[in-house]
């Protein structure tokens, strides 16, 4: 089996768990506190981690890691826990599942803009439409109304907010991810995520018993999310590019919809689902730029160093 194939069939498996992440969390928020859901989905989230490097006996690369090494990791993890509250913030706020799924595609856009600012890349005609057809998709999709402060609806700008943050996060992760171990950077934003929702929980003095189909939703999605979503999506970069990755992240919509229809008899206006095709089809488009630049680099230099053994 190729890289590349290694690296589609992780994505594809990632897109699959994470859909359900958006199912199982939306339906154990809907009974408990944020605090309380945190917890539970992220102290299982550890355990299933610890398992897994245990099992594998990845602990013992934990001694190889320098210290720059170190950095990274607690930066992602840093980032990460961020991204991730506002991201279960926006799913507790906003009613179905899918319209914060649809509103996600907007990542692959911010991650285009931030490259452009931040790394000086450039981006071509196709990234550029992709990235105008994205933008579009999710105005479409949160646009409320035509009163001032209400013109968006509730929770989009925790999709925002998520976005970029996860933006600055990947760029550091894609850098840094042949030396880190998938499972240190999913086991080291967990860590952040327990802590803080264990605080929160004291704070506002809730309790830590929940009810019994609150526990099993979370038990199913803490499998699925703090696990798999994140061990895999690692994995996936290591194998294929961010835009690749993106690219296929982007069908895990399609999944939501399905499974937002099954769990909550849920289906998005067609307004929505028409701003909603628009950002998976702007996603294609960005992803389909980068990895034509890529290609068109990698010509470029395969020319280059030709033209130079010539000329030797």
Request: charged letters at 15%; proline letters at 2%; a positive charge.
């Amino acid at each position: 089996m190729t890289k590349n194939t290694k690296g589609i069939i992780l994505a594809v498996a990632s897109a699959l768990a994470v859909s359900n992440v958006f199912i199982f969390s939306k339906a154990a928020l809907k009974e408990v506190h944020l605090a309380q859901f945190g917890v539970y989905w992220f102290g299982l989230g550890i355990i299933w981690n610890l398992i897994f490097i245990f099992a594998l006996k990845k602990h013992k690369k934990i001694a190889l890691l320098n210290k720059s090494s170190f950095k990274a990791l607690g930066l992602i993890a840093v980032l990460e826990m961020f991204a991730t509250i506002f991201f279960f913030l926006a799913i507790n706020t906003v009613d179905n599942p899918t319209i914060v799924s649809f509103l996600a595609n907007i990542n692959p856009f911010i991650i285009t803009v931030l490259g452009f600012f931040l790394l000086k890349e450039r981006f071509n005609l196709t990234e550029g439409f992709g990235m105008a057809i994205t933008l579009i998709g999710a105005f479409i999709i949160s646009f409320k109304g035509s009163v001032l402060g209400e013109l968006f609806i509730n929770g989009t700008q925790y999709v925002v907010l998520s976005g970029i943050i996860y933006a600055f996060s990947n760029i550091v992760a894609k850098k840094n991810i042949k030396k880190l171990d998938a499972s240190f950077l999913a086991m080291s934003r967990l860590l952040l995520l327990f802590i803080a929702s264990f605080g929160s929980m004291l704070y506002f003095n809730l309790s830590f018993e929940l009810p019994k189909s609150a526990m099993i939703n979370i038990s199913i999605g803490s499998v699925l999310g703090p696990f798999f979503t994140a061990t895999l999506g690692y994995l996936a970069l290591k194998y294929i590019e961010i835009s690749k990755a993106s690219m296929i992240s982007s069908v895990r919509s399609l999944f939501v919809l399905i499974g937002s229809f099954l769990f909550f008899g849920n289906i998005p206006g067609s307004i929505q689902l028409i701003g909603g095709t628009f950002t998976i089809l702007g996603v294609i488009l960005i992803s389909m730029g980068k990895i034509r630049l890529k290609r068109n680099a990698a010509v470029k230099r395969q020319e280059t160093g030709a033209k130079n053994q010539d000329i030797r």
